[in-house]
């Protein structure tokens, strides 16, 4: 019996009929099929990537509807609304061009990363927060004091992204697109204008760590961090994509303000309103030039090109933040009393009483939870064991508490 002759296992061809063909175990395939099934299996590979983005589909709003969603939640700081509003929506833009395939042009949007300044409490951290809950992005806030150089005990500067990467579930796509939030990024400034001689491991050396990040740079993450497991598989991701948002106190950097604006004139023509205002808020004329003398280093402010400033919060923003937002303090309070089934009522003298506190101790609006912490936690603790189903929370009863607490042996600042 004649022995049959060579032929392809998947669609039947001769061994004459094709340039190769690739001897198997019990069968044999062509160039033809090979080619074919290379592409069947890049288009299910796509199909799953496509697939793998569904729970992270981008929310993409107008700046006007980006701030009206802020103001829903943040009471004030209109200058620093806008900016975020702008660089977000033309950050998420870019992100759509860069999908895009029928693009025409061949112009190159960069990313717009924003550094935030302002004094503690004022909601520097809130406003990213809020962002990151419209657009339905990854979002991961992380702080810069815990970073060293390479090398040194201390997290590097990767790890930023694999915080990132928990957040969503280790989706690299998602990942890719999404927003950090570097807080304290003031406290791994240099000690002096001067480059220093001596190793400074947790400051000039970070920001020199993280340029390549804030660039857009393929970079290699250790997926539980790189300390505990250094035998781990690197993943790589591209930070082209990734908005980051810094946000630091810059404690002193008024005065470096003051020196440049020069608040102090002297003559009979001086505006001496115009004068005090400025004093009050000088963080308002806040630029990269400040920053540079602040310490942070010319490379990482080049890729930082979006600064705007979050003003000092009065007694009337304060007294908003406690009533008006959405997550206000006394909403939140008479919240916790209603599910133990206690109305809570909280009378007007309190409030004032609250902001005047916060005012004196200059605490921001941080500083208010702290203070209905310590006027409320008594009746938090016997309440719910009582059959009282109101409480009203009034001048006497607020003042005794406070003055029995903690915070009333803080020193005025």
Do not use: W
């Amino acid at each position: 019996m004649a022995k049959s002759p060579l032929h392809c296992s998947f669609c039947g061809r001769n061994r004459d009929e094709v340039k190769i063909l690739i001897a198997g175990q019990e069968g044999h395939i062509c160039e033809n099929c090979v080619d074919h099934a290379r592409e069947i299996i890049e288009q299910e590979l796509t199909v799953k990537e496509e697939k793998s983005n569904t729970s992270f589909k981008l929310t993409v709003k107008k700046p006007m509807e980006i701030k009206k969603f802020l103001d829903e939640y943040i009471i004030g700081q209109d200058e620093a609304k806008k900016v975020l509003s702008v660089a977000v929506y033309n950050h998420f833009k870019r992100l759509q061009q860069k999908s895009s395939e029928a693009m025409a042009s061949d112009v190159d949007i960069e990313k717009s990363n924003i550094v935030m300044v302002g004094e503690t409490g004022t909601g520097k951290t809130l406003l990213a927060k809020t962002i990151a809950k419209l657009l339905n992005v990854p979002f991961t806030i992380v702080d810069a004091t815990v970073f060293t150089e390479a090398g040194y005990v201390g997290e590097d500067v990767e790890s930023i992204l694999t915080r990132l990467l928990q957040v969503c579930n280790y989706d690299i796509p998602a990942a890719e697109r999404g927003i950090v939030y570097i807080d304290e990024i003031d406290k791994i400034a240099r000690k002096g204008d001067n480059p220093s001689i001596t190793r400074d491991v947790s400051g000039e050396g970070v920001q020199q760590g993280m340029l390549k990040l804030l660039e857009g740079t393929d970079v290699l993450v250790p997926p539980q961090g790189g300390r505990k497991h250094p035998e781990q598989k690197l993943i790589k991701i591209n930070t082209q994509n990734i908005l980051f948002i810094c946000g630091g106190a810059f404690d002193g950097i008024d005065k470096v303000i003051a020196r440049r604006v020069q608040t102090n004139t002297i003559g009979f023509n001086v505006d001496k309103e115009l004068q005090d205002s400025m004093k009050r808020n000088l963080l308002q004329y806040v630029n990269a030039q400040d920053l540079k003398t602040f310490g942070l280093i010319p490379e990482l402010l080049g890729r930082l090109p979006v600064v705007t400033h979050l003003d000092p919060l009065d007694a009337s923003t304060l007294r908003q933040i406690l009533t008006v937002p959405k997550n206000a303090l006394v909403k939140q309070y008479t919240k916790l009393f209603e599910l133990e089934g206690i109305q809570l009522t909280i009378e007007e003298e309190v409030l004032e009483f609250m902001v005047a506190k916060a005012m004196e101790f200059k605490l921001g609006a941080r500083g208010l939870r702290s203070i209905c912490e310590s006027m409320l936690t008594d009746a938090m603790y016997e309440l719910p064991s009582s059959d009282i189903k109101s409480f009203t929370l009034d001048i006497d009863y607020a003042r005794r508490k406070f003055d029995t607490s903690k915070m009333s042996l803080l020193k005025v600042a």
